[in-house]
């Protein structure tokens, strides 16, 4: 069965610094990735998705994940975070099938 | 266009009850899903209806339970309420195969059992 691991439980920045959260995934076929955002007190939304063709994806807000075959990651980056992205990051892998996996979350803190 | 809309927002049930909840999906999305999520075990599959069919199930116990109406919207069931039920159910549309469009998502409904 497929399964995410996102390492970073919580992460703490301050504004301007630069991002990366890490998401492995264990699956032996083909995958659709996917990053998705909590911000405090609204619903998940998509901040990006990765299917086919260029492996570095961008999404909105200034986002961007790097899908690494090899390696079975997507980890998912930004140049320079704002206090307003302080929120949860889910990232989330899709099969064979349309049973789409989540990772635990990481929960990002960005000090103004 | 209106988002995925979940019914009731919170919910106070005490153990050994049933309760429904209920999700309405964007209009012309035809797949819906549920989820569980929790602080310690994230998010977790419930179960997907398209067209009225349950067509993809997670690991949970036989209490846990859906179904789909001809115009999409979705209730799932929890019978005998447990402790451990307590969580936020998060309710999930797609325009047609999940791994083509992802998720557009509610806003959940926070299930407390007492």
Redesign the interface.
Known sequence: AQSVSQHNHHVILSEAASLELGCNYSYGGTVNLFWYVQYPGQHLQLLLKYFSGDPLVKGIKGFEAEFIKSKFSFNLRKPSVQWSDTAEYFCAVNGGNNDMRFGAGTRLTVKP | KA??TQTPRYLIKTRGQQVTLSCSPISGHR?V?W?QQTPG???Q?LF?Y?SETQ??K?NFPGRFSGRQFSNSRSEMNVSTLELGDSALY?C?S?LG????Y???????TRLTVV
């Open positions: 988002g995925v797949s899903s989820y075990q994230g998010l599959f997907e398209f067509r993809n997670g998060l999930a797609s195969q999940v791994r083509n992802g998720y557009t998502f509610g806003s959940g």
